[in-house]
């Protein structure tokens, strides 16, 4: 069977299913220009520095926004949702879904000079899984059984289970390919905030914390003529304030900003350009349904219909997004409902304040709401949100909390009422599954325990035909608009600027920088 959507070919080879990758290098990480211009150092900066370099313990977005340009796992996801080849070549399936044999693609080295080899990538895939070595991105990989090494081009990955999602998950959001063997020493985890042993464009070339870290291009990366600059050089910045600063006075090239007061600021100064790009984050509001008064369907369809969207972001990020329904503005186009067929999305008062009358609660409730501190845009988002659900009787308490206190409260399966702000890969099964199927299957972080929800996303993972996995996709969509346990608001569209001289940049919606690997500077 054909596992990649598009426009690859599957051929019938001994009752396998040969799928060939095209290996042009507008394929991956962005359009490759004719013109470029090698070498050039371009500084970006950043007002976030990632806690460290580790791809494969660290799940900092921080972290994995600059790994992926040193790290690279067998697949690349495109924007589009596609799982595009990096360090794999071709692979078969096996009639029952269960065994993909997959060629890798030769020439590749390290950056310690090595060769990479199928032994490698066994051994760091069978590294990511093993939960004894405490990866973040272990549970995307349980439905593994085991991943070897047939010879040194061919690696065997054996599931437990069909997963139309594997190529997209066997890309580097959590690890990568790393020389076999590498964790075997001691300080091999500190280490790699130190020296990098990826197979990426670029190669770490100095780490200071509260300065700067320094990528250098890798000479011997495999893709010929590739990456364009020398250097890339992350400035870590005190504040906005001092960022638009830097970027006026052209110490900066290229930053990414997220307060729409900032981009104001830049709108229309010379010599820079600010650009919006789609996104796969949502902000949205979860409703636990550990929280008493949200055990009730009703209550929780009340406060979806009070909810106004357009309203809520316009107030927290100047309208600088995208109103969305079940599914993250970037995947939409192929994942997701129809705005106009997503249940309970239009403000609807009347039938709110029935519903919650219905419910036991005919003059409203109280409802605290937690937001995060640090998270700018949840601060006027509650204050509009109170005002909303003020129309229809509930009365809102707003508790602000560290991050540190509610990602302790997300884990433990206590969110209650809460504002949240989170991506996900392209990729519906990575999107709903750990978050919405019933434990032990999946976290179900918002104590759903929707057991028909629970089967739509077992069927949506096993499928790999996409008509069929879209419409399983789609009905689950429909559960979680009727149900809510989740509110998805909107997404929030990434925003770049850029000088002048920067060219042929493209922000990828994760927010992750693979388009450095493709950006070039003009003299």
Known sequence: MDMMMGRRTALMVLGFAVTPFAAEATEFYGLAPAEAKRGGTLTMGSLVEPPGLDPFHVAAEARIRVTVLMYQGLFYESPNGDALPLLAESYQVSPDSLVYTMKLRQGV?????????AKDVAYSYNYIRDPKNGSPGAADFTMIKAVDALDDGTVRFTLSEPNGSLAMTLGNKFGGVVPAGYFDAPDAVQKLSQASVGTGPFKLGEFKPNSNLLLVRHAEYWEEGAPYLDQVNFVFVPSSANLLVSLRNKRVDLAA???PQDI?????VAGVKVERWPSLNQKAIDL??????LTDTRVRQA?????DKDELLRASIGGLG??????PAAMQDRWGLPLEQVPNQKPDLAHARTLLAEAGHPSGLDVTLTTIVGYDWMDPAAVALREQLARVGIRLVIQRVELGVWAKNFQSKQMGFTFNDWASQPDPNLLFYRHFHMAPGGADFRNWKDERASKLLDEGRAESDLA???ATYLDFQKELATSVPTIMLFSADHLTVRGDRVRNYVQHPTGWYYGLARTWLAA
């Open 288 to 293: 636990g349904l550990e929280y008493a008064p």
């Open 468 to 470: 069929k996995r879209k």
């Open 303 to 307: 406060i979806m219909l009070a909810v």
């Open 322 to 327: 995208k109103v969305i329904g079940t599914m």
């Open 264 to 268: 104001k600021q830049m709108e229309g």
């Open 109 to 117: 080295k390290f950056h310690t000079g090595q060769r990479m080899t």
């Open 257 to 259: 900003l997220n307060r």
